[in-house]
């Protein structure tokens, strides 16, 4: 091997064990029991595989006035990311589909207006959607922190589906037309079928923001449904005359799990949508 390609490769796995240390510091801090923990040695292995911060982490840590542990939040994370990425993803695909094969006067300016909330902060809009909420009686219910991460995440959806099917040519639309297709039979049957590679890359991007996120969990939520990033906070900060960092480092990769086995499984598939058009445009 020439010696550039060496350097270069030497390169980069320095940068990835520096970025995977911090993995590595949980992992290894989460399966030590506190007695182990205390004796120091960050980078050591455990001597024993100990279960006991997860099991705890999981169903008896105390998280504020509650010590029901993550499994309350982890739940109803799945129940608000669940029917938010599906909607999400639904809506951006129609916006998409018309933007680009049903075009109408204002057209574009209605998209370019719609990708401001791209770029939008989302501190910007927690005052009008708090009143937006309380008039139609969804605050601190799950339907409406549901409805908050839909309407967050359609600029991003619709950018995708738009980009993506600038590559399908119009000529297709006026081919079903001549055969008789309509609206909705050219979408289900022609356009929906070509859009796997989107699709993908749309539910893997909305999944994770929805599920990382912490500022509309925390202003939106009620006391009965706080999703995952939020129980994770107050498990890290509930104080206790013990610093558990076992029973932490255990809550964080359980918070952390189901994002890692999104793109462990389908991280091939991303970078595929990714490549076929999402991006273009």
């Excluded at 501190?123 to 309380?134: A, D, F, I, N, Y």
């Excluded at 076992?246 to 990769?253: C, E, I, T």
Aim: glycine share 10%.
């Amino acid at each position: 091997m020439k010696p550039h390609r060496l350097i270069l490769w030497g390169a980069l796995l320095l940068l990835a064990l520096f970025f995977l240390l911090p993995l590595y510091v949980m992992l290894a801090t989460a399966f030590k029991s506190m007695d182990e923990v205390r004796m120091g040695g960050l980078l050591s292995l455990p001597q024993a595989l100990d279960f006991g911060a997860w099991a705890k982490a999981w169903g008896t840590a105390c998280t504020g006035m509650q010590c029901g542990g993550l499994k309350p939040y982890f739940w109803n994370s799945v129940a608000m990311v669940v029917p938010a990425v599906a909607i999400s993803t639904a809506l951006g695909a129609l916006n998409g589909y018309v933007l680009t094969q049903w075009r109408f006067r204002g057209s574009e300016l209605l998209f370019a207006l719609l990708l401001f909330g791209v770029f939008m902060p989302m501190q910007v809009v927690l005052l009008p959607m708090s009143q937006v909420l309380g008039w139609f009686g969804l605050a601190d219910h799950l339907g409406g922190l549901v409805l908050v991460h839909v309407l967050a995440g359609l600029p991003s959806t619709t950018l995708f589906f738009r980009n993506y099917y600038l590559g399908v040519p119009g000529e297709l639309l006026k081919a079903a037309q001549l055969d008789g297709a309509g609206f909705w039979t050219f979408f289900w049957r022609v356009l929906l079928p070509l859009s796997g590679p989107i699709v993908v890359v749309t539910v893997i991007w909305q999944f994770t923001a929805i599920w990382n996120d912490f500022l509309y969990g925390a202003v939106f939520s009620g006391f009965d449904n706080k999703p995952i990033t939020v129980g994770l906070n107050n498990l890290a900060n509930t104080s206790s005359s013990v610093k558990e960092y076992n029973v932490d480092m255990a809550g964080a990769l359980i918070a952390a799990l189901p994002t890692l086995a999104v793109y462990v499984l389908a991280g091939k598939y991303f970078v595929r949508g990714l490549t076929a058009g999402a991006v273009k445009g």
